[in-house]
């Protein structure tokens, strides 16, 4: 195709679609590819038919067709698609016109001059059809351009509309990541004691502690400790006591309190994941997060209420065929991850963070970091919240084993922590012209789709992406 031709058009009833429009331009945008949009300008477009029929003809890429009841007879729209398809005819490009199927207008009643064409459906959730448009654009070699930037998104949208604007002065219900400690181990333990070596594999048979100056801090007592440790005497005080910092200063310096908690809190979490048969992995800054291995679960998909308290399920594991430029394809799998850190103020939680890391046989996750880093930024660029969220509520859905606590084993005593998170309000929310994309069925999950990647092995491991994965 032409290099002159440079922009993905939209073509749309105005004013009737201009919501779903700006709301894809903008994604397109965020996505780093040159939109044309005659609306208010969007990022240099322009709003008069000369300057649509220039950019139909001589500068665009693909046409959108943002197909509605209204554009479906509308003369406005339908004047820019029979240009367009002209414009394919005479060029013979291949899937010039990708039709966007945004309402329930029937397949009966669609115009003819769009019955030959392959429509993306966006009638399920906005979502799942941007997803799938992105796809087909990939596929197709639409290049991008490094103008087109979250960064642009933002500046352009605060040209457009005040700081003000979309803000509603009343109160939202939030979901935190914040999941409440709602039972501490009540003694915290100074035990007097030597390892005793071969005694066996520390991280399945003991139970964490904390070595300080000569004892060992633990929240597990000394049966539980043993044989690991040949203990000659045992102090122990209450944790709730230490952690506010009424404990002499002789056993544990406050300065340190909170530290040593933190790191039992968070080392009894990572060996509950281990106890679990979860896939532990150790990310950069030497924390680490668990995963489910292929086949843990039925059909790698945990059923759970979601922030409704309606029945749903999400895929926690999904693979993507990779091809290299030579050679056979291969499988990549994905695996979704939470990490566990320790909170004490508003209150006692361990906030959850999400992660997704890799495998090549659903079992064993890559010891690459670099290569993990790269594949994460590939897989999870069109991930949205509600993605990150609900898998967060399933995969705590999973280790709570039906209970509506996760109970954590400390060595005589446990930690109990809510299987749903902390809600807080906001005293405002947000009530923009964009609506907020539309719900999807109960059943509502993207599994990434099983084609193949045009990368090689090597290229896709230097893959870039906008980060929006933790890593």
Same mark, same amino acid.
């Given at each position: ?19 779903f ?19 208010k ?9 000369? %300057? ?9 890429? !693909?046409? $959108?067709?943002?197909?509605?009841r ?13 240009l ?30 769009? /019955?030959?064409?392959?429509a993306?459906? @966006?009638e !399920? ?8 448009? $992105? ?13 087109f ?33 709602? /039972?501490?181990?009540?003694?915290l333990? @100074? ?5 005793? @070596? ?5 991280a ?13 801090v ?29 404990? %002499? ?30 896939a ?7 924390r ?24 749903a ?13 030579s ?8 695996? @979704? ?19 997704v ?15 993990q ?18 898998r ?73 992406g ?6």
């Amino acid at each position: 195709m032409d290099a002159m031709r440079d922009l993905v058009f939209v073509s749309h009833a105005n004013p009737e679609d201009n919501q779903f429009c700006r709301w894809l331009s903008l994604c397109l945008a965020r996505e780093g590819y040159p939109v044309w949009l005659d609306l208010k300008r969007l990022l240099g477009g322009e709003n008069s038919w000369s %300057d649509i029929e220039e950019a139909i003809r001589n500068r665009a890429v !693909k046409v $959108l067709y943002v197909l509605s009841r209204t554009s479906n007879t509308k003369p406005g729209a339908l004047k820019e698609l029979a240009l367009a398809q002209t414009v394919a005819k005479v060029h013979q490009f291949r899937d010039f016109v990708i039709p966007l199927k945004i309402d329930d207008i029937s397949y009966a009643d669609i115009n003819i001059n769009l /019955h030959q064409l392959n429509a993306v459906s @966006f009638e !399920k959730g906005w979502r799942e059809g941007f997803q799938q448009l $992105l796809l087909k654009i990939e596929l197709d070699g639409v290049q991008k351009d490094a103008r087109f930037t979250p960064d642009a998104v933002t500046a352009w949208w605060r040209t457009q509309f005040n700081a003000d604007a979309g803000v509603a002065n009343e109160p939202e219900q939030c979901l935190s990541n914040w999941f409440e400690i709602t /039972h501490m181990p009540a003694k915290l333990f @100074f035990h007097e004691a030597k390892v005793t @070596f071969g005694a066996g594999d520390g991280a399945s048979m003991a139970y964490p502690t904390v070595e300080l100056g000569g004892r060992w801090v633990s929240f597990a007592d000394a049966a539980h400790l043993a044989p690991a440790f040949t203990i000659r005497r045992t102090t122990d005080f209450a944790t709730k006591d230490v952690i506010e910092g009424l404990l %002499d200063e002789r056993y544990i310096h406050q300065n340190e309190v909170k530290k040593i908690v933190s790191f039992l809190l968070v080392d009894n979490w990572v060996r509950m994941m281990r106890l679990r048969e979860m896939a532990v992995y150790q990310l950069s800054n030497h924390r680490f997060c668990g995963a489910l291995r292929q086949n843990q679960v039925p059909d790698d998909k945990i059923t759970f209420a979601d922030i409704d308290e309606k029945p749903a399920w999400r895929g926690i594991i999904g693979y993507k065929t990779m091809q290299r430029a030579s050679g056979p394809s291969w499988v990549r799998f994905w695996h @979704f991850a939470v990490q566990a850190r320790a909170q004490f103020f508003p209150v006692w939680a361990y906030l959850i963070t999400n992660h997704v890391v890799f495998s090549e046989d659903g079992q064993h996750l890559w010891d690459s970091r670099e290569r993990q880093h790269s594949a994460r930024r590939s897989q999870c660029k069109n991930w949205w919240n509600d993605d990150w969220r609900d898998r967060m509520l399933a995969m705590m859905t999973w280790i709570a084993d039906g209970s509506d606590q996760i109970t954590v084993n400390c060595g005589g005593d446990v930690i109990e922590v809510s299987v749903r998170p902390l809600t807080f309000t906001s005293p405002v929310r947000y009530a923009g012209e964009v609506p907020a994309l539309p719900g999807d069925p109960d059943e509502r999950e993207f599994e990434p789709m099983a084609t193949s990647d045009s990368d090689d092995e090597d290229l896709d491991e230097g893959e870039e992406g906008d980060g929006r994965c933790e890593s």
